[in-house]
């Protein structure tokens, strides 16, 4: 081999080092996976499939955990029947009747569902089962509180006049100058 194809193979191999080391840093290599194909759920409460109901964003609603809590979300039925959904905590449980093919949306006062105790503080996780005659899934649901301003007219007893984070609200500055200067 001649000194001229010896450089263009040493060429050649460090230009793919360059090229597999630049890949690496970047982000691009074929051992990161591309995390715009990964699932996930865009929302506070968790999104689940079990075999005959979908949980779709469920979640508790509370003031403290020694108070009672409010389940929000929507339960699914995906079967011809009647499904009734059994929610338990370590300490309290629920139900909630599905309509055959239909859906229960938990944020109507007609399905107001309570666990009582919440068990646990907003900002917190409580691990909840839920089960079916087909299926059981046991998860981590979230406590929040009014803290959201979506939440708080679903806090049980009604959230409380003063705000759960001061941050939510506007500052003693922001009031005076009401933003027209």
Known sequence: MNIAARKKAKMAGLCAAVFAATLSVTGCSYINPQTTTLEYSPADGIV????????NNVLIVAESGDQPGRLLGTVVNKTAQD????????EASAQVEVPANGET?????DNETLLDPAGAEPGMMIETTFSTDL?????????????????AEYVPGGAPSTPANPSNTPGAA???HGGGH
């Open 83 to 90: 499904v009734t959904l059994n929610v338990s905590t370590n």
């Open 48 to 55: 689940e499939e079990m075999e005959d109901v979908s949980l």
């Open 105 to 109: 949306l938990l944020e109507d006062a």
């Open 174 to 176: 922001e009031e005076a």
């Open 135 to 151: 299926d059981s899934l046991t998860k981590s649901l979230q406590v929040l509180d009014h803290t959201f301003p979506r939440y």
